[in-house]
C-alpha cells in the first residue's frame, strides 16, 4: 500500500498543495512552523478520519477560508482507492467519490501508522495513551472492532448521565447488561492483540536493545472467554455500584484498562529511563507494522514526524534498516548526510511558509 498523491487546500497553513509521492522514502524537510506537520496530519485524518492533534475538525481549516479539502490517491496491490475528504460546517468523507455514511466504512483504506515525538509518550504517559494505541490499530485491523468500541462508548456516556440522576437498581441494571456485553467484546479483542503484538514486538525490541527482553500484559478485566470476561466484569459493577453512585462515573470497564510493558522484569511505564521508554514505543511502532501486513498482506505507510532527531544513532540505524520495506514519510529540519546514505534511494521535498517544492 503506498499514497500516490496527496491534494490539500485551505488546510492548516496552506492554500493548496499538490504533491506526487515516490514508493520508498519521501523527505519533507523545513524549518519549524512551515507545515511539514500539517501534511503528515492531512494523510493521518484520510486515514483514519480524524486528526491526531485535536478533535475539532474546524481547527483544519485555514484562518478566515470556509472549508478545507483533503484527497488522496492509494495504490495497493491489487487496484486503488481516492479518498476525499471536505471539511467545512460539518465533515464530508467520500471513498471513490461515493460519501459515506458511518465513519468505520473508512477504516482500512488507508492503512498508517503514525510515529512522533508524542507517541513516545506511549510507555511514559497515562494509561489513556496506551488504550489509543490499542484502539486506533484495532480499528485499523477491523471494522467490527470499531463499531464496538462506539457502542460500547455511548452505552458508557449513558450510564454516567444516568448516574447524575441518583438512579435505582433497576435503572443502572439495564445499563449494566449493554456495557458488560459490548466491554467483554473490547477487552477480549484488546487482548488478543497484546498477544500478537508481543510476539512481534520482543525480537524487535532485543534487537534495537541489544538484548533486553520486552513482556507486554493486557491489564483489564480476568478471563479468557467472553463469557469469563463478562462473568469478571458483571461482579467489579455490582463491587463498584456504590462508589460508581457516589462519584457519578463508572469506574469499571476497559476505558479503565492499561498495558504493562516491561524489559527484564522491569516496569518502564514508572521505573524505565528515558532511553528505554523510547526503544518500548519504537517496537510497539514497528511491531504494529508488521501486524497490520501480516492481516492484509501490505505494509500501511509510515508517518514519521520529527523522531529522527528524538533517536539516537543505534535507534536510528535499527528504524532506517527497516523503512525501506515500505512506503514512509519523514519531516525534520534537516537529516544527515549519514542517514541520506543509510536511506539510500530517496525523494526530497523543501517545505517553507505552506508550500512545497520537490528538490530530488
Known sequence: MRIEKLAIANYRNYASADITLGGGVNLFIGENAQGKTNLLESIYLASVGRSARTPRWQELIKWGEKEAFVRIRVRKDVGGDEIAVRLGAEKHILINGMPITRIGELMGVLKTVLFSPDELAIVKD??????????????????????????????????????????????????????????????????????????????????????????????????????????????????????DLQFAVTHVGPQRDDIAITADGVDLRSFGSQGQQRTAALSLKLAEMELLKEESGEYPVLLLDDVLSELDENRQAKLLERIKSYQTIITGTSVSAEVREAIGQYCEYGVVGGEVAQVR
Open 126 to 243: 497515562g494509561p489513556g495513551e496506551r488504550r489509543r494505541f490499542m484502539d486506533i490499530a484495532l480499528c485499523q485491523l477491523s471494522k467490527a472492532y470499531f463499531y464496538t468500541l462506539t457502542r460500547y462508548n455511548k452505552i458508557l456516556s449513558h450510564r454516567n448521565k444516568l448516574l447524575k440522576s441518583h438512579p435505582s437498581a433497576a435503572e443502572l441494571e439495564v445499563w449494566d447488561i449493554q456495557l458488560i456485553k459490548e466491554g467483554a467484546r473490547v477487552v477480549k479483542t484488546r487482548r488478543g492483540l497484546i498477544t500478537r503484538l508481543t510476539g512481534l514486538a520482543v525480537d524487535i525490541h532485543r534487537d534495537v536493545s541489544g538484548g533486553e527482553t520486552l513482556a507486554l500484559t493486557y491489564e483489564g478485566a480476568g478471563g479468557e472467554t467472553l463469557a469469563e470476561i463478562e462473568g469478571t466484569l458483571e461482579a467489579e459493577l455490582k463491587r463498584n455500584r456504590e462508589r
